[in-house]
T-cell receptor, first 114, second 114 residues
């Protein structure tokens, strides 16, 4: 298994631009999570999906952030418009919603908004 | 509500020395407990987990952790640290089964001096 795959690994963009981060979870995992990591706030859960359905998006900072999971093998996190304070590393993780709650993380997408 | 406390933000040890990273949790029932490691520029990798049974659990890379219910602790240990162990370590508590019930501590950064 290739693990959780995220793209892009690095993104540099200008304030006001749209950013789309992508994630492919591990096959057979039915839960998917988006986390944001910064020096100031540590690891924050933004949103998670069970069986492609968003369950809890209370961690999404504001309406500029949106996430979708159109099928079991793909999810996106979109920021529109982006702002410098969105600069962070965004992690996607997947797991199973029943049984052992072990998460497998992707390598992350480092976003820099100028 | 469940929570995880890692009281040490940063720890420095010499290569070959022993290591103990502290983790305290708050949860009303028997928790599922995890330690993850994050190397620079990488995602989080599972080191070990405790679900039930023997309170001393062995993980990868020579790490172990001991669950102490009376102290609500799950400290991570390694008898002899290697330079490659320099990373950030996250303790997490799972509140019941399912990957959607995982809560992370703020992390402890480990520096290893040659």
């Amino acid at each position: 298994d290739a693990g959780v795959i995220q793209s892009p690994r690095h993104e540099v963009t200008e304030m006001g631009q749209e950013v789309t981060l992508r994630c492919k979870p591990i096959s057979g995992h039915n839960s998917l999570f988006w986390y944001r990591q910064t020096m100031m706030r540590g690891l924050e859960l933004l949103i998670y999906f069970n069986n492609n359905v968003p369950i809890d998006d209370s961690g999404m900072p504001e309406d500029r952030f949106s996430a979708k999971m159109p099928n079991a093998s793909f999810s996106t996190l979109k920021i529109q418009p982006s702002e410098p304070r969105d600069s962070a590393v965004y992690f996607c993780a997947s797991g199973r919603s029943s049984g052992a709650n072990v998460l497998t993380f992707g390598a992350g997408s480092r976003l820099t908004v100028l | 509500a469940q929570s995880v406390t890692q009281p040490d933000i940063h720890i420095t040890v010499s290569e070959g020395a022993s290591l103990e990273l502290r983790c305290n949790y708050s949860y009303g029932a028997t928790p599922y407990l995890f330690w993850y490691v994050q190397s620079p520029g990488q995602g989080l990798q599972l080191l070990l987990k405790y679900f039930s049974g023997d309170t001393l659990v062995q993980g990868i890379k020579g790490f172990e952790a001991e669950f102490k219910r009376s102290q609500s602790s799950f400290n991570l240990r390694k008898p002899s640290v290697h330079w490659s162990d320099a990373a950030e370590y996250f303790c997490a508590v799972g509140a019941g089964t399912g990957a959607n019930n995982l809560f992370f501590g703020t992390g402890t950064r480990l520096t290893v001096i040659p």
